[in-house]
């Protein structure tokens, strides 16, 4: 199926994943995410452990089956994957795990691995894949062409991921959604992939979905950014406006909570408290009982996806009829101002 060429290539809509609990409340996990992903964009999809990332990237790829929405990938529908094989438009959606290690076989060869998943690609058997074809993989992704005889083990974390990396570009692929593919890393190596990634996004015009807890991280290498907190999206906006103007408490006490090199925090908001359980949300915003500008509207109502302009939206009543995004603290200032 062809797709215009400023269509996204990855399309989610009111995405949600529950999960069933006998004798419990079932937990929401994604509760209605909608994104969309062009070809050569980085979007790095943000928040903190337990907010549903891992889950929605799952979904997205068909790991999860979902209890609502819809995920288009190149105009057609991903279908839940089953023992079925894998429909063929599909393998160019791939994934990328946090554990390399995990996600590779211990008992073969990296060359036998990358082999397979590129015979499975063209619908060919293995042995009839080139050693050549191998050997490109492997360098385009920094490895020389001697890993191929080596096994998983004899590889470090850095070296591991690179592998993991190279088996997802085997397929070909137009999409590649990465679930904390540097948390496991020194710095070193995480500085290493993570300009390997904005190379591999630029050169193949491939789109990649960053999925990371690390605002620190994510600052260097994503487009866009979308910032997710207990099972919906908070935020929407372009990477280096973030930095400059936050416009959800959420993010602002995110970034706050970056440290710097001198001791200090980049924003005087500090995100306290734990997420609430998601198998029984806060009513109204599901922020606000960590929101250091909740108002009474906050606690009943829930606030839409505003549109802030310049392409961002934000999920806060504090934006409500902005023009253009504005600071959590300078907003809930000028309210009160205006109340009194």
């Known amino acids: 199926m062809s797709v215009a060429v400023d269509a996204p290539v990855l399309e989610i809509e009111d995405l949600e994943v529950v999960y069933e609990r006998r004798g419990r409340d079932p937990v ?15 979007l790095g999809l943000v928040g ?44 160019r959606l791939q994934m990328v795990f946090q554990n390399p290690f995990s996600s590779l076989n211990p008992r073969r060869k990296i060359g036998a691995q990358l082999r397979e998943a590129l015979a499975m690609a063209v619908g060919a058997e293995s042995g009839r894949v080139s050693d050549a074809r191998v050997t490109e993989l492997l360098e385009q992704v ?11 083990h004899q590889f470090s974390g850095g070296q591991r991921q690179r592998i993991a990396i190279a088996r997802a570009l085997a397929a070909g692929p137009s999409v590649i959604v990465l679930d904390e593919p540097l948390s496991s890393l020194d710095a070193s190596a995480q500085a290493q992939i993570a300009n390997l990634l904005v190379r591999l996004s630029r050169e193949l015009d491939l789109a990649l979905v960053l999925i990371s807890h690390d605002l620190a991280i994510v600052q ?9 907190y207990l099972g919906k999206l908070v935020e929407t906006v372009p990477s280096g406006e973030l930095w400059e103007r936050p416009a959800h408490p ?26 609430p359980d998601p198998s029984a949300p806060p009513a109204g915003c599901r922020f606000h009982p960590r929101c250091p500008y909740a108002m009474d509207r906050c606690r009943v109502e829930e606030p839409p996806a505003l549109d802030v302009g310049g392409g961002r939206t934000a999920a806060c009543w504090l934006q409500e009829g902005a023009q253009t995004p504005r600071r959590p603290a300078e907003a809930a200032a ?7």
Do not use: N, W
């Open 28 to 42: 929401r996990a994604v509760a209605g995410v909608s994104l969309s992903v062009r070809r050569g964009q980085i």
């Open 48 to 91: 903190e452990s337990g907010c549903g990332k891992s889950t929605l990237a799952r979904a997205v790829v068909g790991l999860e089956q979902r209890a609502a929405g819809q995920v288009r990938f190149e105009g057609a529908e991903v279908a839940p994957l089953t023992r079925r094989a894998r429909p063929a438009q599909q393998t």
């Open 142 to 152: 920094g490895m020389p062409a001697s890993a191929a005889e080596r096994y998983p």
């Open 220 to 228: 260097h290498i994503v487009d866009e950014v979308a910032v997710m």
């Open 250 to 275: 959420y993010t602002e006490a995110l970034i706050g909570s970056i440290p710097r090199a001198d001791g200090e925090r980049t924003l005087p908001v500090a995100l306290e408290g734990e997420v």
């Open 334 to 340: 000028a309210l009160a101002a205006r109340v009194a």
